[in-house]
């Protein structure tokens, strides 16, 4: 754990710019689901699936760039992170149209 | 009220008088008592102990009713058990051989098997380990009650809604099963998290992923299921509970609800399920058919391929065990490929023991036997599983004994043929002597024959048009020589049963104490004395490939090299707090299912009362000093 704190200094720098990018698309990406919603550019029946497909890329930012979710340093945490969320999905997804 | 105090009054004076009066002492008493270590411990051999025992009671149980059943299907017509009391009597086979019988006994081989292997003194959490055996016992205990208060839980071991609701089953059979299932899958579900966690972190130096051995790599993949397949379980127990309990409406359709929600969620376990009782005993035929063709693992890495691609298809198929619901045929049809799909990895796992055995030098022990028996065992299991996966062939067996046949194929074949091959294999590892060789090979015998006495049978028992779960046919059905026949395989695998128990009484009295690797074995946990001392190793081991104690055998080191200098070894200390958090959620579900509200709650207070006691507890565990740990050492080589 204490070897790791200099390697997070050298990299608080670049991260800034990480941040300051991510933040940039994610205002971007809300503002399209605003729009989609609000202005009539795509038939109705696409806003709700449009819209769980701009949350499911702003989590992933969210979890990689503001949570530091790092593959690297984590890679079997993540890995069962993302096969439970994986399950949960097709497990609900299922239960949606079968029942 | 009065009698609890004469009963209060007259316990503490009993315990006075057996305790030589009431003085300073009494703790202390307690405490020296040997009961009073086995119940405290966080000894994972202990506790792996322990699980060996509950489990080998609840499989007597469990044996029992299913003499009872066979018994009554002697005769046509038979009026031994029938009806209700017959219901119960499945109901409870099912449920005990699944929850009480073969995960507990495969956690008992995990707990006593996987730190050796990858080379840990302790599992990650010992305390929840702990926790996690009581929770099993009191989860069996609390569902076996059933018997002596009567009313036991009698909807099948899947209780579908909505004959397992109230307007169906009214009073507390069912209860029994919600609650005793979910106490033991809280417990399930810690030791499954436990065993995640030690393996991914308390492996010895050198022991990498892929040098790890075959048992060790099945836990952890059955673990993970635990870890996924455990909360829908718990998620639709509650509903079942909200539903009988307190009055919900999850399932009733005239309130907006939909029996089918129970269904998905208990498969979403269930198929999972059927793979966590199952890897591990691949894992210990892997072990056990390397060990005794003294060849290496054919095919290791794709062994651990496919172990991981079964863990993940496991949980993409639950709906082939619903396919007469009326899902549809695209849904069967995708539902139907995936599972073919599995057939894939399983076959690239007998090919490999196939494979293993070939060219090796093969010692038939007791151990190897039930290995060999496996295989075409599990792959009949497997046929019929492939079958059964083509929906319209699905209408035809749905709900016959060909379904019946299966699965116990699978189980029995797969399984409980693992469960005692890890037994006749691991014993001297545990106790320090071997079991008797000559019972065993009667044992393996008796129950090899007795099974496919009892179970091929039944395919054509289904095919001829009997249903499963039923009490009674008649004479002019033809169904009675295959029935008696089945019924007599059933006694043969009973006297089987009782013939092992004879092995450990017998081997116990004629006990030979034998050295460190009694099998020429090849993995760590035969470089440690036999039993293990309760630090396992003394030094750390360094691995240094595959088959690590094997391949120091080879280099001509009879013992394997350190990771670290001998110094003082650090140990978590015994706590009673496991078995007293237990009691609580004992209390509270024994008070929810006689719907006594307030018993419930205030065992539920207890309980959570308990955990905050926990929470404050400084207790960092102690230090085995090295010149103990030396002469435990000399103690064992003398």
Redesign the interface.
């Known amino acids: 754990m204490e070897q790791a704190k200099p390697q997070q200094e050298s990299q608080a720098t670049e991260s800034d710019a990480k941040h300051l990018a991510s933040f940039a698309v994610m205002i971007v990406l809300t503002a399209i689901a605003f729009a989609a919603v609000t202005m009539d550019i795509v038939p109705p029946a696409m806003v709700v699936p449009l819209i769980i497909g701009l949350a499911a890329i702003q989590v992933m930012m969210q979890f990689f760039t503001f949570m530091h979710l790092d593959f690297k340093k984590h890679r079997?945490t993540v890995t069962?992170i993302f096969?439970?969320l994986l399950?949960g999905v097709?497990?609900v997804v299922?239960?949606k149209?079968?029942? | 009220m009065a009698t609890l105090v004469t009963i209060i009054v007259f316990i503490l004076f009993l315990s006075a008088i057996l305790t030589g009066g009431y003085n300073k002492e009494l703790m202390d008493r307690f405490r020296s008592h040997w009961l009073w270590d086995w119940i405290t411990t966080v000894d994972h051999k202990k506790i792996g102990i322990m699980y060996g025992i509950g489990g080998g009671f609840f499989f007597i149980l469990g044996g029992i009713e299913a003499l009872l059943i066979r018994t009554q299907l002697f005769y046509p017509n038979n009026d031994f058990i029938v009806g209700r009391a017959f219901n119960e009597l499945l109901t409870m086979h099912g449920t005990t051989m699944i929850f009480f019988v073969a995960m507990p006994l495969l956690f008992a081989l995990m707990n006593m098997i996987v730190p050796l292997q990858i080379g840990a003194r302790d599992v990650a959490f010992p305390f929840l380990n702990a926790m996690g055996l009581w929770f099993f016992i009191a989860g069996g205990i609390l569902m076996n009650l059933s018997w002596l208060f009567g009313n036991a839980p009698d909807a099948g071991w899947t209780n579908y809604v909505p004959i397992a609701a109230n307007e169906y089953s009214a009073g507390t059979g069912i209860d029994y099963y919600v609650l005793g299932l979910q106490i033991s899958g809280f417990g399930t579900l810690m030791s499954g998290i436990n065993f995640l966690a030690t393996i991914i972190n308390m492996r010895t130096e050198g022991m990498s992923f892929l040098r790890m051995p075959l048992f060790t790599w099945t836990s952890f993949i059955s673990s993970a299921l635990i870890l996924f397949g455990f909360p829908p379980l718990t998620a639709g127990l509650f509903l079942i509970m909200f539903e009988r309990l307190f009055g919900a409406n999850f399932f009733d359709v005239a309130a907006g609800g939909n029996p089918i929600i129970w269904e998905h969620l208990f498969w979403i376990f269930g198929h999972p399920e059927v793979y966590i009782v199952v890897l591990p005993a691949f894992g210990i035929m892997s072990e056990v058919i390397s060990t005794f063709s003294k060849k290496r693992l054919f095919g290791y890495t794709s062994m651990v391929f496919a172990t991981i691609l079964i863990g993940f298809l496991g949980f993409m198929v639950w709906a082939h065990h619903m396919f007469t619901v009326g899902m549809g045929p695209v849904a069967n049809s995708i539902f139907a490929i995936a599972t073919m799909t599995i057939a894939v990895p399983t076959g690239i796992k007998v090919f490999n023991w196939l494979f293993t055995m070939w060219g090796g030098k093969i010692r038939f022990t007791t151990a190897m036997l039930y290995a060999v028996g496996f295989i075409p065992t599990f792959v009949m299991g497997g046929v019929t599983g492939v079958m059964l996966s083509t929906p319209p062939g699905d209408y035809q067996y749905h709900d016959s004994y060909f379904v019946v046949a299966h699965f116990h194929y699978v189980l029995i074949g797969g399984t409980v043929f693992g469960i005692l091959a890890g037994f006749y294999y691991w014993w001297p590892k545990i106790f320090g002597y071997k079991l008797n060789e000559k019972l065993g090979k009667w044992n393996f015998w008796l129950f090899f024959i007795g099974f496919h006495l009892t179970f091929l049978i039944q395919h054509f028992i289904g095919l001829f048009g009997m249903p499963r779960r039923v009490f009674t046919y008649q004479p002019e059905d033809g169904l009675t020589l295959i029935n008696q026949i089945s019924t007599v395989g059933a006694y043969m695998m009973a006297v089987a049963t009782i013939l092992f128990v004879v092995n450990v009484i017998y081997s116990y009295r004629h006990r030979v104490p034998v050295g460190n690797d009694p099998w020429d074995g090849r993995t760590l946990e035969w470089s440690i004395p036999s039993p293990a001392p309760f630090y396992n190793f003394a030094q750390l081991p360094k691995v240094r490939a595959l088959d690590a104690f094997w391949h120091e055998k080879m280099k001509g080191n009879k013992e394997m090299e350190p990771a670290e200098p001998l110094g003082p070894i650090h140990m978590p200390s015994n706590n009673h707090l496991p078995i007293v958090i237990v009691l609580g959620f004992f209390i509270s579900g024994l008070g929810f299912v006689f719907r006594s509200n307030e018993v419930g709650a205030l065992g539920l207070i207890f309980a959570f009362l308990m955990m905050f006691v926990r929470s404050f507890e400084k207790d960092h565990g102690y230090h085995v000093e090295t010149d103990e740990v030396e002469k435990v050492e000399k103690g064992v080589k003398a």
Do not use: D, S
């Open positions: 079997i069962f096969t439970g399950f097709i497990c299922a239960l149209y079968l029942v």
